[in-house]
Structure formats: structure tokens, C-alpha cells
């Protein structure tokens, strides 16, 4: 499994980052600590406060007791750490393994494959994927722009712009919202895109963005460089070439023995 910074053709983040909190799931809980946090603040420099100054507004008004206050905040910063704790736990690790493979495309030449994993340790569902493309010739500096990404279709359109075959250089796999990355506990991937030796020639970087909802209702987001690694010599597939192909040797015939009358079966009188 490769996982480098992404270099050529626009930067990208290549590590896994959460882009999203679930609002109900951790804004809520924040929320509730940080007013009872603010009721405390109150409660306290109310309480140090002289007598004949309580009696006067604002200070008159007594929000909580003490008693109550201090389970209600344990309970607060309690459910606060233990949410962030599951989060923790149940996070994906979306990861990406390429290889050289046979089979994949037409013709006897092997194609790059990439393929993505969940190696957490609870499922993700798919939220949505996009792609980036840049043809051979074009340069792009600096972090890839929103709008730049494109989805399933937009991207084939893209690359039968630049003289691509679907199905013949490249085969990409379509991935719908709730699509699920089974913690399976191995390297197990799911194909995302198989990419033959002219598309590596005529594609200068093809970025793959997946985004992935886990079970507390986090995303997170993963850009993956499909291409990366396939341009590196010790990647080169291993193929056998035509001239060194075996070729069937013709058995010899074993002759008769000398005293055996040619023409004669062996064994017979």
C-alpha cells in the first residue's frame, strides 16, 4: 500500500481527515457543557459577592443551586468525552493499495488497478465520490479548487476529450451515496479504477475523492492519486514476451532393436 503526499499534476492532502461533525451528535452536548460551564462562572462570582450586592439586579437572579449544577455538568463533560471517545473507535481508516494486474482491460498487456479499503475497525457508507483530472501537457500549482472536481460522468466526458476509450484504457467503478466500506480486518479492496498503459502516457494525474460517513455521523475525506507509483520502475509489470514462449518439442520415436525385423510390433513373435 502506497501513501505519499500527491506531487504531480496539483496538490492534494493525501492523509484522511474528518471535514464534517455530526451537529446533534457533537454540537449539542458542546453546547449544553459550555452553558453550564457559564452558570458556574455565574453561581460562583454571585456566591463571593457581599449580601447587599445580591440584592440588587442582576445579581438577584440565582440560575441553578450548586448541588444540581455540578451533577448536570459532570454529566455534560461525561457525555462530551465519551462521544469523542467513540468517534475515536469507530473512525474508518480509508486506505489504497495499486498493483499491475492482468485481465482487467483488453489485450495481453497488464493495466494499473487501484483499489480502496476500510481497515477500521466499524463500517462507513459512501456520502459521495468526485475526480480530478489533468491530461499530459497541463500543469496545475497549488491545492485543487472546488470546483475542479467533477463526478463519474463528467470525468469520462473528460477523458474521451482527450482520446481515451472507456472499457478499453480506463474502467472506472461507479460507487452510489450509502455505498458500504465493510470493515472486513484485510487488505481486501474494492476496485475504483483500472487505467491501461496509454492512459498513463496521456493522463499527467488522476485524483479520486472519496467521502465516507461513519457510524456517529462524522465524514471523513480521502483524495487518492490513482496514478501514483505506476510511472516507477520497480512497478513495471512483470511480462512474459512473445519470443519467450514455450514452444512444443517433438518427442523421438524409439527404433526397434536390431534383431526385430523392421516394420514388426515389439512383443510379438
Not at 2 to 31: H, K, M
Not at 116 to 125: D, E, I, M, S
Not at 239 to 253: H, K, L
Request: charged share 20%; net charge positive; with cysteine.
Amino acid at each position: 500500500m502506497v501513501s505519499a503526499p500527491l506531487g504531480r499534476g496539483g496538490s492534494a492532502p493525501d492523509a484522511q481527515r474528518r471535514i464534517r461533525r455530526n451537529r446533534w451528535l457533537f454540537t449539542a452536548p458542546l453546547v449544553l457543557l459550555c452553558l453550564l460551564g457559564a452558570v458556574l462562572v455565574w453561581e460562583i462570582v454571585r456566591g463571593n459577592m457581599s449580601e447587599a450586592s445580591r440584592g440588587h439586579w442582576p445579581w438577584r437572579l440565582q440560575l441553578m443551586s450548586s448541588e444540581p449544577l455540578a451533577s448536570l455538568l459532570a454529566v455534560a463533560a461525561g457525555a462530551v468525552l465519551a462521544r469523542a471517545q467513540y468517534a475515536r473507535t469507530v473512525r474508518p481508516m480509508l486506505g489504497w493499495r495499486s498493483d499491475y494486474v492482468a485481465g482487467e482491460l483488453p489485450g495481453e498487456s497488464k493495466a494499473w488497478s487501484t483499489g480502496v479499503f476500510n481497515g477500521g475497525q466499524h463500517n462507513a457508507g459512501v456520502h459521495r465520490v468526485d475526480y480530478f483530472v489533468v491530461p499530459e501537457g497541463e500543469v496545475l500549482d497549488g491545492p485543487v479548487p472546488e470546483d475542479a472536481w467533477m463526478s463519474l460522468r463528467q470525468a469520462g466526458e473528460r477523458l474521451g476529450e482527450i482520446g481515451l476509450r472507456p472499457a478499453a484504457d480506463f474502467r472506472l467503478t461507479s460507487m452510489g451515496a450509502g455505498f458500504p466500506l465493510v470493515a472486513t480486518g484485510t487488505y481486501e479492496t474494492i476496485v475504483v479504477g483500472v487505467f491501461s498503459k496509454r492512459f498513463i502516457e496521456e493522463v499527467r494525474a488522476f485524483h479520486l475523492r472519496i467521502q465516507v460517513v461513519d457510524s456517529v455521523g462524522d465524514t471523513h475525506e480521502r483524495v487518492i492519486d490513482c496514478l501514483k507509483g505506476a510511472r516507477e520502475p520497480v512497478a513495471a509489470p512483470v511480462e512474459q514476451p512473445r519470443s519467450a514462449r514455450p514452444v512444443p518439442v517433438p518427442v523421438p520415436r524409439t527404433a526397434p532393436p536390431a534383431d526385430e525385423p523392421e516394420g514388426r510390433p515389439l512383443g510379438r513373435s
